[in-house]
């Protein structure tokens, strides 16, 4: 290792020995910090005292001490479950992505909360003329006298219009709580399972970066996450599409609200209840998931490749801005969300079924699609999908946009 035989070590003897006999190749912010580890003297060479207290008791488990103690040291680089210590570093590591994806998804989903109460609404109400406030008592009771709301030709105006006159603003933050209690963990879950996936199948690729996993790899990778996430937070989903579907001038409310909400459920159907469509919610995830994360890795991959040509650096110092990552993250979601949409409505009309919005009842997947069909056309498959990608393009944006800031916060790769 000591090129030039002057009894000591450099940090380029390092960074030459870890690249030529180690198979390692690692940036100079890397490089840097584990260099620093060996020379706590600040000399700017390791003497051969340092080198051996530094290896003594260091375990030989990648077949080098060197290489053990840099996989140990820096937690950027893929890191083996051989032995303990990394495995605890790998836990930290994971415990990061968990959280900067649960934070991305709490505030999307806040932000963008109205645009998913339209799109339930509009998913529910097969018959929109079951919203117009016409009786002496609601006139009384509102203090105004509207006019007719089927007078009013936009189905979307309609159904916002619907939801203001009885519930005010506050009508359109229904379930919202809901929303954001699930929500953690399921953005959690989906972007953590899907690097985690991601780092698992580099292994069996046998490439050292996720970065240069294969397009297939990175599409399954965002299935899994998807599904993962879908199971976990599954009970919570059904449990609020069946209180954004109770009347909206219903004397309960919040928590209230909740409680009878689940109480009902449960005492219908069990726990067995709050899975039902489940199938098909995992059937519609996994394309979605795929196509809004794999398109999403996609474009950042390009767009890294192409700023670190134009740049002349190496693709690990490229930093996307945001006004970069925000487009980028709103078209993956439109697309998947698109593509997937008529399968998640079934699956909130299963989750809905026989509530106060909704009163139909169906047997499985195949009659909701044939009820919904002969009640509304294919055109019923799209009902709320132009609410959908309105709520999409900025929860997606908004999602992705923390993540990333988050990751950089946190120093995740």
Not at 52 to 66: E, K, Q
Not at 143 to 163: E, F, Q, R, W
Request: one cysteine or more; hydrophobic letters at 40%.
């Amino acid at each position: 290792m000591d090129t030039d035989n002057d009894g000591k070590l450099n940090k380029f003897d390092i960074q030459s020995y870890l690249h030529k006999t180690l198979n390692i190749n690692a940036n100079d912010k890397i490089i840097n910090q584990f260099y620093q580890k060996l020379d706590k003297d600040n000399h700017g060479y390791i003497t051969y005292n340092q080198w051996r207290d530094f290896l003594l008791f260091m375990p030989r488990n990648y077949g080098s001490r060197l290489k053990t103690a840099f996989h140990y040291f820096n937690e950027d680089i893929d890191l083996s479950s051989e032995g303990d210590m990394t495995l605890i570093n790998d836990f930290i590591r994971g415990f990061g992505y968990f959280l900067a994806g649960g934070m991305a998804g709490v505030v999307s989903r806040t932000c963008t909360a109205p645009f998913d109460r339209l799109k339930v609404f509009l998913i529910a109400r097969t018959d929109l003329s079951s919203t117009i406030i016409h009786s002496k008592e609601e006139i009384a009771k509102t203090g105004k006298n509207h006019p007719p709301i089927d007078k009013i030709k936009s189905p979307l105006v309609k159904a916002a219009t619907s939801i203001y006159r009885q519930g005010g603003l506050r009508g359109f933050y229904v379930g919202n709580g809901l929303n954001v209690l699930k929500v953690f963990p399921e953005a959690a879950m989906k972007f953590g399972s899907f690097e985690a996936t991601k780092r698992f199948l580099a292994k069996i690729e046998g490439v050292k970066d996720t970065s240069h996993l294969s397009r297939v790899s990175t599409y399954l990778a965002g299935g899994i996450g998807g599904v993962v996430s879908q199971f976990a937070v599954y009970p919570i989903d059904t449990l609020k599409y069946r209180v954004q579907c109770a009347k909206l001038d219903t004397e309960l409310k919040g928590f209230q609200l909740l409680t009878a909400t689940a109480k009902e459920m449960y005492s219908q159907g069990g726990l067995k209840l709050f899975y039902r469509g489940v199938i098909v919610g995992v059937a519609g995830i996994f394309p979605y998931a795929a196509i809004d994360l794999g398109t999403f890795s996609s474009l950042k991959k390009y767009m890294i490749l192409r700023e670190a040509i134009k740049l002349n650096i190496p693709e690990e110092d490229v930093k996307l801005s945001n006004l970069i990552v925000l487009p980028m993250g709103a078209f993956s979601g439109t697309v998947g969300a698109t593509f997937v949409y008529p399968v998640n409505l079934l699956r909130t009309r299963l989750q809905a079924q026989g509530t106060f919005a909704h009163p139909y009842k169906y047997t499985g997947i195949g009659d909701v699609f044939v009820q919904t069909i002969k009640r509304e056309g294919y055109a019923g498959l799209f009902k709320g999908l132009v609410p959908n990608l309105a709520k999409v393009c900025p929860a997606v944006s908004i999602s992705y946009l923390v993540y990333e800031n988050m990751k950089g916060i946190m120093d995740l790769t």
